[in-house]
């Protein structure tokens, strides 16, 4: 028996359908939303997901404002820029691409980013709000996995979830949003340094897979019909490898695949946040 496709792309697509309503109202009613983007440096697939960004915000009706540095800005440049679009009231939320090149202060970066136009909910305030369980911009991929999840009708009250990962960006504000109330998962989160990693994994109902390492979850490791999300981004021979290995959809009941999974996703989350935060500008 082979898993059920959790379709990213379609998904999405139908996010994105809901967005375009909401954001025609707002526009009704004079505000127009405006995502701002700021890229370091010529990583190819860094440039692939602002320019990613920017085609969904014209598809939607989001305006877009784009600040691109050589990777030799300093990094008063780059807090600069980000000073800019804090003041620029065309701008309602915007994102610093990661990573930035070696060297830079990622932390510090953020933390300049007014909270109120944070759209990628990294901003410490943001974060600590996640961690107090009050309304905030939430981080865009976690985001999108719980929404992918609920809208193929996987159960996650109640389920073993294993997140694999420690990343700022998926891992930790993953198992945050899990184990909120309106969540109710249980959530183990693993990483390079768990011991029997394989263990932990064969007890999941639920698994995110964030490490970065090619085919690190196998068959052998997952619970028949557990769901298997596979959020691990490797470039092996110029292809995009994710971290499931291609024998998991026979033993898994449900699998995202990678490309077209959980990435497609995060684009779509980031818009959501754009929209809402335009709307509580309403409120
Ligand atoms: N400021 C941020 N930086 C980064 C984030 C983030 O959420 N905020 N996440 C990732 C990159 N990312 C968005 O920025 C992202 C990654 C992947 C995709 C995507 O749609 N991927 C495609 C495949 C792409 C390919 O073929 O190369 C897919 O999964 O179908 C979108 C956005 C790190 N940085």
New binding site residues.
Partial sequence: MTAQKLD??ATSAAIKDELKVRIAALREKGVVPGLGTVLVGDDP??R???N??HKDCAEVGINSIRVDLPETASQEEIEEAVRTLNEDPACTGY?????LPRGRDENRVLGLIDPSKDA?G?HPTNLGWLVLGTEAPL???PYGIVELLRRHDVPIAGAEVVVVGRGV??GRPLGLLLTRRSENATVTLCHTGTVDLAAHVRKADIVVAAAGVPGIITADMVKPGAAVLDVG?SRVEGK?TGDVAADVWDVAGWVS????????M??AM?LANVVSIAESKLA
């Fill in positions: 990213g792309n697939g860094s692939w997901y602002v990613g960004k994102i610093v691409q990661l990573p990628d990294l981080p865009c991929t960006t998926v981004v995009v695949p990678n490309p077209g999974g959980v990435g497609p995060t684009r980031l």
